[in-house]
């Protein structure tokens, strides 16, 4: 998704979506009147999830949004330390901050790098008083209590924990679509990933609340939603009804009203042709599947501990593609890992033009702190990395443009999701999660409709209106 596309869509708390749930009668509201927060989250897409949890809770609890950090009393930052560069990020804007911080200003950090840095945090920041990791925040109400009580500062730092964060109140940023976390955390231990050592062990949550979550958002407006998780399809009913991750997808695609159902990131270990046939027979599942390889070599493949090999991930690839209607495929990939050789690199390349992928999001390795990779040697020099991951992205755009302009002539449905008034432009989106522009109007924002496909480039697709759906 382009960057500006995200700023349209996550709106600020200001401008949120009239479709938030209400919060349970009879919540206990302990936060002094008028007090504000504001979060700003980094990363992926659970970490936007969980702020929208975050405040949800914080909402419950008396405290109104604030629409920026300088106004706000509590300011709260959801951070992502999956590389080098995403980790710097929050140490950047405490710094900013604390130039114009307030006394009386209180400063949190919550997410990745809260739990991969812990109490080092106030000897780097001394100006934050609370330092959260995602497997605490169903304690975070009571952290931030503690420091509305005079402690000076608090930390929720335990990874041992068999809960889920759940909430009485989640305040959805996104109108159009509503995320459902299903299991949290990560029990796979890929050499090179903090997520495991941040998020905790995994921990699906049971079928019957997220039905019941899942009807909730029907109920009130939401036409499309997305299951998330780190290993989404490694999800385990711990209640008694014991669904499977597919029977649960057909069970939430079945919620009369649901038109769209998303679901990310599949781990390929636990990839099953079910999956496959499940899209087939529902037309509310998205025919997309989000499947990260990460490399074509099985050498680097078992040093990176992913536990398949390409010829197992390629037979995931033919289960996908023999499916009765087409399904998308993308992936992330990761260059210059440890060890890696040109030979290996180029099986990357030549795994590239096999899948034939529709999208791919690749990264230069970074080397990061309590993994088993971050202490083996990272053989390959920065400058090649970044030659790597030019040559990668670069045979990858000629995949996409060609398998984009294949689809000049089709109609496609979409959803609008945004507006550009500058260029009299809609933006929608197509079940394959392909973007395409449009002439339209703002009134069109959360409306299906049928597109024709007139252009195509690498990133995305140019039509004009067919009809409304
Ligand atoms: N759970 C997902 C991935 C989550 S992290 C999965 O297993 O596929 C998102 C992506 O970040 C990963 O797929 C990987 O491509 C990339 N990534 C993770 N750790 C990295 C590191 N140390 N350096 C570079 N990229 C990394
Ligand atoms: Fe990280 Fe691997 Fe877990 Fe994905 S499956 S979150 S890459 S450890
Ligand atoms: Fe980043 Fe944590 Fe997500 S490291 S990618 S925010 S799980």
């Known amino acids: 998704m382009s960057q500006e596309l995200v700023q349209i869509l996550f709106s600020r708390p200001d401008q949120a979506s009239d479709k938030c749930e209400v919060p349970f009668s009879g919540v206990e509201r302990s936060a002094p009147a008028g007090k504000t927060f504001y979060i700003e989250t980094f990363g992926c897409q659970m970490n936007v999830?969980?702020?929208?949890?975050?405040?949800?809770?914080?909402?419950?609890?008396?405290?109104?949004?604030?629409?920026?950090?300088?106004?706000?009393?509590?300011?709260?930052?959801?951070?992502?330390?999956?590389?080098?560069?995403?980790?710097q990020k929050v140490f950047t804007r405490l710094g900013t901050l604390k130039k114009s911080q307030r006394e009386d200003q209180t400063i949190g950090v919550l997410g990745c790098v809260a739990q991969q840095e812990g109490e080092r945090i106030f000897g780097r920041a001394p100006h934050v008083s609370l330092v959260c990791g995602s497997a605490s925040y169903p304690r975070l109400g009571e952290l931030i209590d503690r420091l509305a009580a005079g402690e000076r500062r608090v930390t929720g730092l335990s990874l041992d924990t068999e809960d889920c964060f759940e909430t009485?109140?989640?305040?959805?940023?996104?109108?159009?679509?509503?995320?459902?976390?299903?299991?949290?955390?990560?029990?796979?231990?890929?050499?090179?990933?903090?997520?495991?050592?941040?998020?905790?062990?995994?921990?699906?949550?049971?079928?019957?609340?997220?039905?019941?979550?899942?009807?909730?958002?029907?109920?009130?407006?939401?036409?499309?939603?997305?299951?998330?998780?780190?290993?989404?399809?490694?999800?385990?009913?711990?209640?008694?009804?014991?669904?499977?991750?597919?029977?649960l997808l057909l069970r939430v695609a079945e919620i009369t009203g649901l038109k769209r159902l998303r679901f990310t990131?599949?781990?390929?270990?636990?990839?099953?042709?079910?999956?496959?046939?499940?899209?087939?027979?529902?037309?509310?599942?998205?025919?997309?599947?989000?499947?990260?390889?990460?490399?074509?070599?099985?050498?680097?493949?078992?040093?990176?501990?992913?536990?398949?090999?390409?010829?197992?991930?390629?037979e995931h690839v033919s289960?996908?593609?023999?499916?009765?209607?087409a399904i998308s495929i993308s992936s992330d990939v990761i260059v210059g890992f440890c060890g890696e050789t040109?030979?290996?690199?180029?099986?990357?390349?030549?795994?590239?033009?096999l899948v034939d992928y529709d999208q791919v999001f690749s990264f230069k390795y970074s080397p990061?702190?309590?993994?088993?990779?971050?202490?083996?040697?990272n053989s390959v020099p920065e400058e090649e990395k970044g030659r790597r991951l030019a040559a990668l992205q670069e045979r990858q755009r000629q995949i996409q443009l060609r398998r984009n302009q294949a689809l000049i002539g089709q109609e496609l449905d979409v959803l609008v999701e945004a507006f550009q008034p500058k260029l009299g432009q809609s933006v929608g989106r197509t079940s394959s999660n392909?973007?395409?522009?449009?002439?339209?109007?703002?009134?069109?924002?959360?409306?299906?409709?049928?597109?024709?496909?007139?252009?195509?480039?690498p990133n995305s697709l140019v039509g004009a209106r067919a009809e409304a759906v």
């Open 49 to 87: 999830h969980d702020s929208e949890k975050v405040a949800g809770a914080l909402t419950a609890k008396g405290y109104r949004a604030a629409s920026n950090c300088e106004s706000a009393d509590l300011v709260l930052y959801n951070t992502c330390s999956i590389r080098e560069k995403a980790a």
């Open 168 to 247: 009485e109140f989640t305040r959805r940023d996104n109108p159009f679509r509503a995320y459902i976390t299903i299991i949290e955390g990560c029990d796979k231990s890929c050499s090179y990933c903090v997520v495991p050592g941040t998020r905790g062990p995994e921990r699906s949550r049971p079928a019957d609340r997220i039905l019941s979550e899942a009807r909730r958002l029907v109920g009130a407006g939401y036409t499309e939603i997305q299951l998330l998780g780190q290993t989404v399809n490694s999800y385990r009913d711990p209640s008694p009804a014991r669904l499977t991750f597919t029977e």
């Open 265 to 314: 990131t599949s781990h390929p270990s636990d990839f099953t042709s079910d999956i496959v046939r499940a899209i087939e027979i529902s037309p509310v599942l998205c025919d997309h599947i989000h499947l990260p390889v990460q490399c074509g070599s099985n050498r680097v493949l078992a040093r990176m501990r992913r536990s398949y090999t390409r010829e197992e991930y390629l």
């Open 319 to 325: 289960c996908i593609r023999s499916a009765k209607r």
């Open 342 to 353: 040109e030979e290996d690199f180029e099986e990357t390349l030549s795994l590239l033009d």
């Open 368 to 377: 990061r702190p309590n993994t088993r990779a971050g202490r083996w040697e």
């Open 434 to 457: 392909r973007i395409v522009n449009f002439p339209g109007e703002a009134a069109w924002a959360g409306r299906y409709m049928k597109v024709c496909v007139t252009a195509a480039g």
